[in-house]
């Protein structure tokens, strides 16, 4: 499968931004789908994600203002991202899994990455 993250770009603090994440050459809803960001000097971490019976998992650093969601008709998955801070500024990935080995949270598992698509917020 081949992802293709988008709808990043330059807002404001408490703005909001929705991110797509478009598969092509698979079907979105037999994958683990997962969310990523690595910021400025920082190493890349977890976001959220959305597994084959589309449970969703949020990081607590972002629940309760990210929402992850899947729309199976356009292959594809969303990141809605609500009250956006300065501190999540950082270039954000999407990722895929058939099989989920670690926790869910780990990088490890996805073996289908996405270009990225940066998001920059201003304060």
């Known amino acids: 499968v081949q992802l293709q993250a988008s709808g990043g770009g330059l807002v404001g603090a408490g703005d909001s931004l929705r991110l797509s994440c478009a598969a092509s050459g698979g079907t979105v809803s037999r994958y683990a789908v997962a969310w990523f960001r690595q910021g400025p000097g920082q190493e890349r971490s977890y976001v959220a994600s959305i597994n084959w019976n589309n449970m969703p998992y949020v990081a607590e650093s972002v629940k309760g203002r990210f929402t992850i969601s899947r729309d199976n008709a356009k292959n594809t998955v969303y990141l809605q991202m609500n009250n956006l801070k300065p501190e999540d500024t950082a270039v954000y990935y999407c990722?895929?899994?058939?099989?989920?080995?670690?926790?869910?949270?780990?990088?490890?598992?996805?073996?289908?990455w996405g270009p990225g698509t940066l998001v920059t917020v201003s304060s």
């Open positions: 990722a895929a899994a058939r099989v989920l080995t670690y926790d869910i949270y780990s990088g490890r598992n996805y073996n289908y």
